[in-house]
């Protein structure tokens, strides 16, 4: 079956870096886009960053500047690197990934989920 593993999450200072992985496994035919979002407690989980197979990339308004999503298709992996974090910032962080297989195609794999947490 296919599996979202992430990893990278911890606790940082406000204004530090950190960097999330997010490594696709299985039977996997193809990926599509694949993505970051974040739910904090008692909000709705938001889109951080996507990034297509081309390369072409979206980001929400809040972390446009501070964040870049990249990805290796050979490893299909798609990475996450938080600079000048903000307390704000504070959520669990979920991959997403539009995964092709031998039963067809699927937009809603998740990674297990890690959680980045930002002191003042």
């Known amino acids: 079956q296919v599996q979202l593993v992430e990893s990278g999450g911890g606790l940082v200072q406000a204004g530090g870096s950190l960097r999330l992985s997010c490594a696709a496994s299985?039977?996997?035919?193809?990926?599509?886009?694949m993505g970051w979002y974040r739910q904090a407690p008692g909000k709705q989980r938001e889109l951080v960053a996507d990034?297509?197979?081309?390369?072409?990339?979206t980001y929400d308004e809040s972390v446009k500047g501070r964040f870049t999503i990249s990805r290796d298709n050979a490893k299909n992996t798609v990475y996450l690197q938080m600079n000048s974090l903000k307390p704000e910032d504070t959520a669990v962080y979920y991959c997403?990934?539009?995964?092709?297989?031998?039963?067809?195609?699927?937009?809603?794999?998740w990674g297990q989920g890690t959680q980045v947490t930002v002191s003042s």
């Open positions: 997403n990934a539009d995964i092709t297989t031998w039963s067809g195609r699927r937009p809603g794999y």
């Open positions: 299985g039977s996997i035919f193809s990926v599509a886009t």
């Open positions: 990034i297509t197979s081309g390369g072409s990339t």
